[in-house]
């Protein structure tokens, strides 16, 4: 499978924001739905977002709804998420991945997910 590898996790203090962004290669984004997971040690990956090949469509787990976007630049082949307002539950290790469709992306196993980056939020 294609692996992708996630960039510009921090630490930020509650209510601040950050910028994810994913790099892989052009094979890697063409065609495919690209997504964010993120996940605390010793607990299950959850599905944070994803967006369709197109741009055109996109999802996004509940919690987050309203505060991050993700977006996807095919001519830079990146993807990124905009994280605001960012709160402490929000701290994680967040991942990316392609998959065929975001429907396909809201269950992908763990061996889809690529490197991931830190993202911790202080209270």
């Known amino acids: 499978q294609v692996q992708l590898v996630a960039s510009g996790g921090g630490l930020v203090q509650a209510g601040g924001s950050l910028r994810l962004s994913c790099v892989g290669s052009g094979r890697a984004f063409r065609g495919y739905a690209l997504g964010w997971s993120r996940q605390v040690p010793g607990k299950q990956r959850e599905f944070v977002a994803a967006?369709?090949?197109?741009?055109?469509?996109?999802k996004y787990t509940d919690s987050v709804e309203g505060r991050f976007t993700i977006s996807r630049d095919g001519a830079k082949n990146t993807l990124s998420l905009q994280m605001n307002n960012l709160k402490p539950e929000d701290t994680a290790v967040y991942s990316c991945?392609?998959?065929?469709?975001?429907?396909?992306?809201?269950?992908?196993?763990?061996?889809?997910w690529g490197q991931g980056t830190q993202v911790t939020v202080s209270s």
């Open positions: 991945a392609a998959a065929n469709n975001i429907a396909t992306m809201t269950s992908l196993s763990d061996d889809y």
């Open positions: 967006i369709s090949w197109s741009g055109g469509s996109t």
